[in-house]
């Protein structure tokens, strides 16, 4: 895939950035998700599409996070939606938890949102109050009520062992 036509990547120092030609809507299609190279486990180069599937997005690795983006990317439709307006110049940018569960290489947010998460380590490691923020994969959601489900047996089993050793300490031959 190249560059769709709209887009330019920017270098600035070693940083680089994608930014458009022209303004969006908001609910525009900007571009599809590359799909040509799927591989098991996260890089820095891909974008998670299903629990264990990440997709090589080529020029779209250049989309930096923000926890205030400006676009967001739709796994299920393999698409670029803008999540905003997005006027021409600017960079855009996606909330990386909403398609990844445990990024390859975790990293210190500088994006100055009012609602920074400050770690961006994936949607596994942040609480549901700011995850309901935001636009969410499927993938996504299905692994997170996953992990909620795992943690409520775990706290019943805690429970459960917890009741079963005050029952021994009082009776010791009931054990």
Not at 27 to 37: E, F, M, N, R, S
Not at 93 to 107: G, K, N, V
Request: charged content about 25%; glycine content about 2%; hydrophobic content about 35%.
């Amino acid at each position: 895939m190249n560059t769709p036509a709209s887009l330019v990547i920017r270098t600035q120092d070693k940083y680089r950035s994608l930014t458009t030609k022209r303004a969006y809507k908001k609910g525009d299609v900007i571009c599809p998700i590359p799909t040509a190279t799927v591989y098991d486990k996260p890089n820095r180069f891909t974008v998670q599409i299903g629990r264990d599937r990440h997709v090589e997005v080529k020029e779209l690795a250049s989309m930096n996070h923000s926890c205030n983006p400006n676009t967001f990317l739709d796994t299920t439709r393999m698409l670029v939606f803008a999540a905003r307006d997005v006027a021409v110049g600017e960079e855009l940018t996606f909330f990386y938890p909403s398609t990844e569960w445990e990024m390859s290489s975790p990293f210190i947010c500088l994006c100055g949102a009012t609602n920074c998460i400050h770690v961006v380590a994936g949607a596994r490691f942040l609480p549901l109050s700011t995850l309901e923020q935001h636009f969410l994969n499927r993938h996504i959601r299905e692994l997170m009520i996953e992990l909620l489900n795992n943690t409520e047996l775990h706290l019943v089993n805690i429970e459960r062992d917890r009741i079963h050793e005050e029952i021994s300490q009082r009776n010791p031959s009931a054990a």
